[in-house]
Structures are given as structure tokens and as C-alpha cells.
């Protein structure tokens, strides 16, 4: 339906993004968080071709698809409000010495890269694509954006991107502010990233994807920052105590977790963790009976169906791996089948496939013989998004050791939570140490993901009325900054 | 003199680094700044030791490595208490509502990445070496560090990694918080970067050095941010009005900051850039005139010399390039002899040789022939750690494409100054888009430098009494925090 952007395009977007850059950077903070709402304000007009648009390509519900859009407007506003508030510039000036000459004025903020490209997921087709949250990030940085669609919702992403050229029309900015380019292999991708004019890139989806983009990224004449937020199997420790007093309970809010939007979610629970026990047993049936009861679901488009189903075949077929429960419900085409597993941690800890994200509605049980075995576990397993302590106070004190090395491990701890349902603020971590994204020290959901787009530049020697508003002595724009190492919102005298 | 390092000290060295890691990081932040002063107390003690060794192996003066360990100390103590301060933690907290049960209680900061690996400069063999500020900065985070020694001063490095030893040991820390390996060649080097326990590295020193290890830790199985501060000629742009108002009081300073401490400085001014006219030559005649004055020095080290000598001839050997003048004094071994260059804009833009950095006491006076070229000549630098525009009010007003354009190849810009002399202060920018560093968004110089070796960890849903102290309610340590989006030191009701 679509056809793959020519290298005449691809160039045409590159050069319009690099004048447009130009411009918009220039603009007061105040027009970036205008336009991103402008944005949300044309998303919420075309709300129902939208969700049409998009439950007719990614066999996700009109409910659920309606809450996304909202999260992604939500984002646009909260994001554009946070760039308006100016904290994320980092402001710093620290002012001339009135007795020692050699010690400059010297004030230093945030800038924006330059022209970012965005590549969507495939499981958010609102919230995590064409204006989802990296778009979002770049334009309160004060980078112009290039998408590439996901060609699983190519005809949704024609549309956000419409209204993303609306509202950037209706704020006067320049045209080269968005471009939306199709591409259903890997070229236009490439050249994007390769593109001498690109200066950073956001990736949401597999590892193999994530990591092709960031090798290219490296592999640059000049290298640029490629922040790629890929696969997570969210592993889940469930200490003693706690499992004693609630295994009922647990397994039940689990089995949400896991079976939610057929489990394709970044930060679903694909691994559970327990020390072998009566009370594990007990959790391991309850959670399968559960299982046993929730239905299959459409998944997201066949690929994605399909890799399920062979994942989780093989992760099943491995060496001592034993199913638990499968949904009693037949499996329709492209569904995806809730299912448990469970291994040994002798099992685990031998088998490097087991720790494989089943992108899907599948959990491994992993039973440890002691806390030994599940510290050793927890030093195995690769970087995550996500980690989950489910723990009483006293199985919390005593287990020390475990907890600081899941904290090696992910971007985000949850005690006595489920890792699903990722929420939108300030305080959020979304991200983790390798392979969960390319850089531990970034998020993509938060205001603070608008730092993967910008770069800090000093000037020094500046006369006040040269410089950039964010800095004047005055503070015209009653920001946040650090003034000769002290936190204030005052202006310099 | 000293031997490379065996795979099994590394071994070693890395495996208590991982050790040490674990009981550093739940250190109180107070206790990592104490550590960080009994460091510089340590230096300060050996100062005279370190100074004439220092001297004897590099050929710099003793005032200057004087100047340059009483830096070294400054760097440690001001990083000290930026931690302990613990406004870099960038602490975030979201409150759970109380009306609705789906929004939790979520509290972000900094953590350290893991051990750090350290490559010193051969230029700085105090403030960007062993004790310098890449160690000082991961010490903040809370990272243990391993330090490859640079073989131009391994006798000196041995000597500051023994003060950083005692004070380790008076603080009674971890013998794996430090390690001081050697390695004449790149196998030592090599072996640190790709080594597992590795979770990030620090570097100065030349383009080919700095990307050779930004490439290895990409290529790792699992990468790791390299940051390594490599070359710039930090672009001086003279503009028309300024140097009539002041050509020979501009020379004058410029033919200072060349020849400082031999050219040899990350920040040497390596470009002058004017538009042709009488103001210009008067310019270059009498900055000629001034480095004729100037008598050769002893450089760093027989490595250095010969580099600067086949650099210099390199680029003196170009076509169209002309020698404008030269020390009149006679060269001894190993010395670098001041030397200025000139060609017109034309030929620069047209030879990629002339962009590279001839490290040591030269510069090259570009003349454009209009505000045009001057414009693409800006447009066509690689990226810098520093550029400087000289000009007037007028000049500065009536050339805003040409300010645009240095803006986007920059770290720091200064106006009416000199690039040389780096303020060790929070506002500082060292740093630049690639080549003058592998990535633009973080400093090497100033207490946010400390963001490199660091990356965030949320808690969510944590009981107050389990979250660290910089986190909890009551803000026991009185740091800066961002509670439900307002910046507040108080504590939370």
C-alpha cells in the first residue's frame, strides 16, 4: 500500500530537517510546548479514525487503543510542559570573579543534537511510534523528527503523522519541523541512520533490530547516539515469607499481568522466580489454573504471532522444561496461547535459551532449591527494564545480598507490584543495562528521556545580552538553575 | 622500567574492583567525598615527590606541575562535594495518589555503573591522569576505578596511585576500589576495555587512541560507554570591527595562549579564521612578529616532539600553505618550535589535511575572502571542544548565521578570550560533538562529569523505610529533589 522512500527522499527530509533545526531552535521554549500541544489537540480531533485506523491493523481493542492514544497525548503535554519549565536545560552559571581576572563568567545549558530519527514499535502503535515518546523527547529538546513507519501500522502512522504536519502548519513552524517516510525492509532504516545529516536515533522493538541500528549508529564516520529500548523478560523473585502469606493472591494478580494485552508488553513478567517450597507449589497451581482459564488472544499481526508460537515451542522443547498450564480455550490463527512453564534453577542457570524473551503470554516458573541458587540466578540474568520483589519486611531484611544484585540488573525495582504498566512521569526509569536498551543511563518514557536529544554548551564571556534568555541575569524565564553552585529560581544581581 | 600488566592481574584487578563496587556504593555520599579529600590531603603531602618526579619525566616546569597538582586537589575536593551534595543524583519523586490506586509511588536517583577504567593523558600527567578528573568523577559516583598508566609518566602515576592506596586505607576502603596497572603497548588496554567486569572508561589522548576504545567497547558482547576526550584546533574566529578596534592587542594574546605550556593543550587555539583586509595582516604581522620572539620548548616527551615535527612539515608542505613566521630561535632536541601558517579560505576548505590537529606551539591563520566563506569554513569544522569569536557588539549582531554555525561544532564558545585555561567549575563544557569526544552530551571537566559513570534506578512502590536515604521522605541529607514536579529541599508530609 505504501512504497519505500527513494534516497531522494530520504535526502529531501534530511535537508529540510537540518534548516528546520535551525529555526526551531531558535523559538522560545514556550513555542515547543505550544506545538507538541497543538499536536495533542490534532490527535484528539481525529481520536476515532485513529483507533479505527489502528484496530483494523494491529488486532488491538478499541479500549485499549483509545487509552494509548490518550497516554500519547498525555506525553506531548507533559513532555512540552517540562520543556517549558525549562529544569531539563540544566542551567549552570557560575559568574565572573571580581578580584581574580582569570575567572571567567562562564553559563552553561542543554541544546538540542539536531535532526532525530524515530523508529516505532510495533506493539504501541501510538504511544511508542510516529508521535509517541521519543517524537515527543525530540521536539521538547528542540530537534526536528524524521519517522520511519512501522510497517505494521503504516496507514495509522500516515495518519498521526497528518496531524503532526496540522499542528505544525497551524504553529508556523517550518516544514522540515516532521517527516514521515514508509520503508518494509531495512534500506530507508539504514540510510536514515547513516545519513551524514542525522544526529541521533530512537528505536522501540526487538534486540536484533535495536542492536543493528546502534552497531550502524557506531559505525559512522561520525558516530551518533542510537538509544534503543529493546527486549526484557521483567524477572519476578518471589521470597519465602511473603509466599506464604499470599501465593493465592500473588498468582492471581500474575496471571493479570502476564495475560494482559496478550502479553505484549516490553515490561511483561516472563520469568518467575521462587526457592522450591510447598507454598511455590501451591502459587505455581493457582497461577496455572488461572492461566488454564484466560482465553488466547489476536496478536498484535502474524509476524508477531508466529514468532510467539515458535519461541515459546522452543523455549517448551528445551531439556527438562515441563508446561504448567495452557489455556483450555482453542487457539484461533494468529493467536497467541496463555501458557506457564517451569524449570529447575539448576535447569536455568545451564541454558541460556530459557533466558530468551517469549514476546507473548508465557511466563517460566523458575524453582530454585535455595537462596543460593536464586542469588546465583539473579547474577546470571541479563540487563531488564524491569525487576520485581515480591517480599515481606522480614524476607526483605534478610535477603540483602539478593536485592543488591538485582539491582546490578534493571532501570526500575518494584516491591510487592507487577512490572506491567508503565507510568508517566518524572520519577519513571524506562530503561536498563544491555541488552533492555544501549545505554543504561537514559529512559524513554519521563521528561528526563528529552536528555538522550540534547548536549550541554558553555558560554563564556558572554555579554548578558547576548545570551540565550535561559541564562540572562534577569531570568526572564523564572527557571530552575544552579548560580555559582546554589539550586535557586532567583535572578543575578 | 615497569612491566605490563599479566591477563591474571587484570584479572584480579578487576574481579576486587567488582567486589568493591558492592560495599562502595552503599557508602554514605559523605564518605565517598572524605575519601576524595584524604586523596588530595595524600597528594598535597607527596606534592614536592610528585612534582620532581613529574619534571623529570615529562619535561613540563615545576611551577606548572605545581599549578597542575594543586588543580588536581581542587578537582577532588570540588567533585567531593558535589557528591556529597547530592544534587547530581537527580533525585525524582512521584507520590502515590491517594483517589487512585493505579498511580504508585515512584523515586528515581543515580547509581554508579560498576568499576571504571582510566586512561590518563601524556599532556596532564596530574589533573587528566591517575588522581586526574575521570577517576575523581567515577570516585564521586560511587565507581571504583582501574587506571591503565600512561608510559610517558609511569613513574609518577605509580607514585599518585600509592597516595590514592593510603588514603583508600585510611578510609578503610576496599582494596579493589583502586587499581594502577601498566601496559607499554595496547594489549593491557585492550584487555581493560573488553573485560567483563568493565562498566564504562574514561580517556584523553589523541583521535586514533580515544576511538580505537569507543569502537572495542561497542563491540563487546555487552557495550560500554566510552567517553574519551580527544583532538580539537579549536577555531578562533576574528571578526572585521574587532580586529580594526584591536588587531595588535588580539595578537598579542593569541601569540600567548599558542605557545602556553608548549601548544601543548587540549584547547590551543590550532585555527585562527579572519576575512582578508589590512586589519588582518596587521594582525598576522604582528602576531609574527611575537612568535619570532618566542623561543622553543622542551616538549612532553621524544614521542610528542616527533609527532609535532612531522605534523607541523605536514602541514607547512601543503600546497598554497605559507609560513608567516617562526621562532627565531634555535631549536634544541625535542623542542617544539613556535610557528605560525596561513592560507586562504579556498584552500582550506578544499584540504582535509589543514583540519587536523598539529599538537605543540603552530597555528594556521585562514584568510576568507568574505563573511561567505568564513560562514562555510564554519559550516565545514569537525566538531571542537572550544571555539572563540572575537568581535564587537556590531560584529556580533550583524552575523548571526556565522554564530549559528559555531554553535553547532562546539562545547564551549567564547567570546573576546582564549580558549586555553579550563575553569574547573559546574558551568565548564569540555567536551564537543565527535571528534573532540565520542559523545557530545557529557563533560570531562566539572562535577557533571560524574553523570557519565552513573545511570538512574527507580523504586517503586518501596516502603519508606527500605528506599536509600536520598530518597526518603524525611530527606535526611537534605539534598535538592524534585517532588510531584516541583524542585524542593524539604521533606515530604
Known amino acids: 500500500m505504501f512504497t519505500d522512500a527513494t534516497s531522494e527522499e530520504i ?64 506525553q506531548l503535554n507533559q513532555y512540552g510542559a517540562a520543556s517549558e519549565k525549562g529544569e531539563w536545560l540544566e542551567a549552570r552559571i557560575d559568574t565572573a570573579s571580581k578580584d581574580n581576572k582569570s575567572i571567567h563568567d562562564i553559563r552553561k545549558m542543554l541544546v538540542p543534537l539536531g535532526p532525530v530519527v524515530v523508529f516505532g514499535a510495533s506493539n504501541f502503535p501510538f504511544a511508542y511510534s510516529t508521535a509517541g515518546g521519543d517524537t515527543a523527547c525530540a521536539f521538547a529538546a528542540g530537534c526536528p523528527v524524521i519517522v520511519k513507519a512501522h510497517p505494521a501500522h503504516a496507514e495509522t502512522s500516515e495518519k498521526v503523522a497528518e496531524a503532526i504536519l496540522k499542528a505544525a ?28 545529516k542525522t544526529r541521533a536515533v530512537g528505536f522501540t522493538g526487538s534486540l536484533a533490530g535495536g542492536k543493528q541500528l546502534f552497531d550502524w549508529g557506531n559505525q559512522r564516520e561520525i558516530p551518533i547516539p542510537v538509544f534503543a529500548e529493546m527486549g526484557s523478560i521483567n524477572p519476578v523473585f518471589l521470597l519465602a515469607e511473603k509466599l506464604k502469606l499470599s501465593a493465592d493472591e500473588t498468582a492471581k494478580t500474575y496471571a493479570q499481568s502476564i495475560t494482559q494485552g496478550i502479553g505484549q508488553f516490553c515490561t511483561n513478567p516472563g520469568l518467575i522466580i521462587g526457592i522450591e517450597s510447598d507454598d511455590l507449589q501451591k502459587f505455581m497451581q493457582i497461577l496455572g489454573n488461572e492461566i488454564q482459564k484466560s482465553p488466547p488472544g489476536k496478536m498484535l499481526h502474524p509476524g508477531i504471532a508466529k514468532a510467539f508460537d515458535e519461541k515459546r515451542n522452543k523455549a517448551l522443547h528445551e531439556k527438562n522444561v515441563h508446561i504448567v498450564s495452557v489455556s483450555e480455550f482453542e487457539k484461533k490463527e494468529n493467536e497467541g496461547i496463555p501458557t506457564i512453564a517451569t524449570a529447575t534453577g539448576e535447569v536455568f542457570l545451564k541454558n541460556p535459551v530459557l533466558h530468551q524473551e517469549v514476546f507473548g503470554p508465557y511466563s517460566l516458573v523458575i524453582r530454585c532449591k535455595d537462596m543460593k541458587e536464586m542469588v546465583e540466578v539473579a547474577k546470571q540474568l541479563e540487563g531488564q527494564l524491569t525487576s520485581t520483589v515480591m517480599a515481606t519486611d522480614n524476607d526483605f531484611i534478610s535477603n540483602q545480598e539478593l536485592i543488591e544484585e538485582i539491582k546490578n540488573i534493571c532501570g526500575r525495582l518494584i516491591l510487592n507490584g507487577v512490572p506491567t504498566g508503565v507510568q508517566v512521569c518524572l520519577s519513571m526509569q524506562h530503561g536498563g543495562p544491555f541488552p533492555a536498551t544501549t545505554d543504561s543511563r537514559f529512559t524513554s518514557v519521563g521528561a528526563d528521556g528529552i536528555k538522550r536529544f540534547a548536549r550541554p554548551i558553555a558560554f563564556q564571556n558572554w555579554e548578558n545580552k547576548f545570551l540565550p534568555d535561559e541564562l540572562k541575569n534577569e531570568n526572564p524565564l523564572h527557571i530552575w538553575r544552579t548560580v555559582n553552585d546554589e539550586i535557586t529560581d532567583k535572578p543575578i544581581n
Open 11 to 74: 535526502n529531501t527530509a534530511m535537508d529540510n530537517a537540518w534548516v528546520a533545526f535551525h529555526e526551531y531552535r531558535k523559538l522560545p521554549l514556550k513555542s515547543r510546548a505550544d506545538f507538541m500541544r497543538a499536536i495533542g489537540f490534532e490527535l484528539e480531533t481525529a481520536s476515532k479514525e485513529l483507533v479505527e485506523t489502528a484496530k483494523k491493523e494491529t488486532n488491538l481493542s478499541a479500549e485499549r487503543l483509545d487509552g494509548e492514544l490518550k497516554r500519547t497525548i498525555l
Open 169 to 196: 502548519y497551524k504553529c508556523n513552524l517550518p516544514d522540515g519541523i516532521f517527516s514521515h517516510l514508509h520503508g518494509a525492509g531495512i534500506e530507508v532504516g539504514k540510510a536514515l541512520v547513516m545519513h551524514p
